[in-house]
């Protein structure tokens, strides 16, 4: 039974990503970021080094993600200090899964919150003038 669930709940994670916007789909990548950064400090917790090692993988991913989603012609010193934040970010993550630091982990959670909550706070009639740089 839980399988699907599982099976069902990546299904509409995916449907919704399709349906979103580029604002929508920045707040779904901060908001998956974090919750892997809190899952692997679970994982340190429980001794399993293998999701651990998993989550922060996928949470340097997101990281590069988004920071290959600045545009910074248009966002200047926004965008490259964003861009330091998330190397910075990367590096540390590297760090706590080699350290199993959860203190570490909590630092970058709290770097991070501060720019998740920025984003959340564009107004509704901005988020649909987001846009992404074109690859």
Request: proline share 2%; charged share 25%; glycine share 6%.
């Amino acid at each position: 039974m839980a399988h699907i669930s599982v099976k069902k709940y990546q299904q509409t994670t995916v449907s919704a990503a399709k349906e979103a916007n580029p604002y929508q789909l920045v707040a779904m990548l901060f908001q998956k970021l974090l919750g892997n950064i809190a899952s692997a400090k679970g994982a340190i917790q429980q001794k399993d080094h293998a999701k651990k090692g998993d989550l922060l993988s996928k949470a340097i991913t997101i990281i590069g993600v988004l920071q290959g989603s600045l545009d910074f012609e248009q966002g200047g010193d926004i965008s490259r200090n964003l861009s330091d934040l998330y190397i910075f970010c990367s590096d540390k993550l590297v760090e706590a899964n080699t350290n199993n630091d959860e203190a570490l982990l909590d630092e970058i959670i709290q770097i991070l919150l501060p720019i998740k909550a920025g984003w959340d706070s564009i107004p509704k009639e901005e988020q649909d003038k987001v846009s992404f740089e074109s690859a």
